[in-house]
């Protein structure tokens, strides 16, 4: 008898006989796409430095405008962790964390560096670049708290549900780590940047629109995921794992 597409899909999930259970103590070089996720998760780590600053109106409500791309941070993390394992994602969060320090170095460099006679703008980008500190500053705290919940979570989740309900974990993962990470920048790093009185609002709607951004994409992320576990001939589970967040 044939399968039905719903059949197919859980024996894709489930039949995992020729799969590499390899994890942790798998070197990262070994994977075909794993330095491609990596390049675009700290792609967006950085360009959420500059930019998260800047604060736009939903419904009169002041929000961050990484509210529409940091989303996929997390969408990286969820793809890490669900293929490669929490310690491959772990790593890799700290690879994100360390690129925005160096962007930082930089930026202090670009504003204390006297500028040229003839350039008449120079604060414009003083103005921009100096509070980029504060942002990485909670940012990255915001991102460590929020990215480690969520890997912590979805990791959890699939070994207690031997690997199963991949689009619940996906959603509930994200749901615990976009609220962490949401509480955290907007009440630090956005402070006096938001009024306090809609401090509360901003947070929340802040968090559902990027939930909401990463279940739009949560068809895609499934079918990377399994495509993924396919080529790299790997499905990693969380079995014995040392969830250390300081780990690297």
């Known amino acids: 008898m044939p399968r039905t597409r719903r059949q197919s899909r859980e024996l894709d999930f489930h039949n995992r006989d020729n799969l590499d259970y390899r994890g942790e103590g798998q070197r990262m070089q070994n994977y075909k796409f794993l330095n491609h996720i990596v390049l675009w998760n700290v ?12 604060l736009i109106d939903i419904m009169g409500i002041p929000l961050s405008i990484s509210i529409y791309y940091f989303p996929f941070v997390y969408i990286f993390a ?20 360390f690129a925005q320090l160096l962007v930082i170095a930089i930026f202090e460099f670009v504003i204390f560096y006297p500028p040229s006679a003839v350039m008449t703008n120079n604060q414009s980008y003083v103005d ?4 980029a500190p504060r942002l990485v500053l909670f940012g990255t705290l915001a991102m460590f708290a929020g990215d480690i919940a969520n890997n912590y979570v979805l990791a959890k989740m699939k070994v207690w549900t031997n690997g199963r309900h991949i ?3 996906f959603a509930t993962s ?6 962490l990470n949401t509480a955290v920048f907007y009440i630090f790093g956005l402070w006096r940047m ?8 901003s947070i929340v709607v802040a ?8 279940l739009l994409l949560l068809p895609v992320t499934l079918k990377v995921s399994l495509w993924l576990k396919k080529v790299e001939n790997i499905d990693y589970f969380d079995k014995g794992t040392n969830f250390n967040p300081l780990k690297f």
């Open 194 to 201: 938001i009024p306090t009185h809609v401090l509360t609002k």
């Open 174 to 179: 994200t749901v615990c780590g976009q609220m």
């Open 128 to 131: 921009v670049l100096s509070a």
């Open 207 to 214: 968090s559902l629109t990027k939930v909401t951004v990463e």
């Open 43 to 54: 792609f967006f780590a950085i360009i959420c430095i500059p930019t998260a600053g800047k």
């Open 167 to 169: 689009s619940a974990r």
């Open 78 to 97: 969820d793809i890490l962790t669900e293929v490669y394992g929490y310690a491959v994602a772990r790593r890799v969060l700290w690879y994100c964390i």
